[in-house]
Structures are given as structure tokens and as C-alpha cells.
């Protein structure tokens, strides 16, 4: 697997953090997006990702990762796009949304 990792910052200093791997097939990307699922403490929401012309490209998650007590809970979204699995991870859920409906329509 090949893996690409870019962290932003929003204008109040929270942190998203995107990382793409790319698997061997759109099969080990499935199984790699439900190991990811797996491990969460929480399942926020399961669905479908469509792209820019509305058709379906592969399942897509919200999950909550905790770490302990005095750290902020981390959220992720995740989807499968054919080989890829794109994960997209921050403290805020809503900075995640957004951020996923701006570069990711």
C-alpha cells in the first residue's frame, strides 16, 4: 500500500489532516475502510460517497476514534473510491463536513 498524508489548519487553528492510500484493488480498499471501521469507538453514520455527477463511487463513514478521558475525541470520515481510501481526520466534525463538501463535492 501507498499512502499520501497533507495537514491544513482553519483560520481558528484547528487541524484536518488527509491521508489517501492506495491499495492493490478496489476490494483491498473495501477491506482496509472496514478494518478502519472496526477500530472506532463509535460509528456516527454509514453511507454511500457519490462524486460531482451524483453517482455512487464506494461506501463512506463518520466514525469517532477516543483516546482518553483529557484528549478530544477524534473524528474521521472515510470513503472507498475504487483503489483509494480517502480518510479525512480533525478534532471538529462540522470542519470535516465542510471541508469534505468543498474539496470533495
Same mark, same amino acid.
Given at each position: 500500500?501507498?499512502?499520501s ?7 481558528? $487553528?484547528? *487541524? /484536518?489532516?488527509?491521508?489517501? !492510500?492506495?491499495?492493490? +484493488?478496489?476490494?483491498?480498499?473495501r %477491506? ?9 469507538s ?11 455527477? $451524483?453517482? *455512487? /463511487?464506494?461506501?463512506?463513514? !463518520?466514525?469517532?476514534? +477516543?483516546?482518553?478521558?483529557?484528549? %478530544? ?33
Amino acid at each position: 500500500m501507498e499512502a499520501s498524508v497533507h495537514s491544513y489548519e482553519s483560520e481558528d $487553528g484547528i *487541524v /484536518v489532516i488527509q491521508l489517501r !492510500e492506495w491499495y492493490k +484493488s478496489p476490494s483491498d480498499a473495501r %477491506s482496509g475502510l472496514d478494518a478502519l471501521t472496526k477500530k472506532a469507538s463509535r460509528i456516527i453514520k454509514q453511507g454511500t460517497k457519490n462524486d460531482a455527477k $451524483g453517482r *455512487v /463511487v464506494g461506501k463512506r463513514v !463518520e466514525l469517532v476514534f +477516543s483516546h482518553g478521558h483529557r484528549v %478530544s475525541p477524534e473524528m474521521v470520515i472515510a470513503w472507498a473510491d475504487g483503489d483509494t481510501v480517502v480518510r479525512l481526520s480533525s478534532t471538529s466534525l462540522p470542519l470535516l463536513l465542510d471541508f469534505e463538501n468543498q474539496y470533495y463535492p
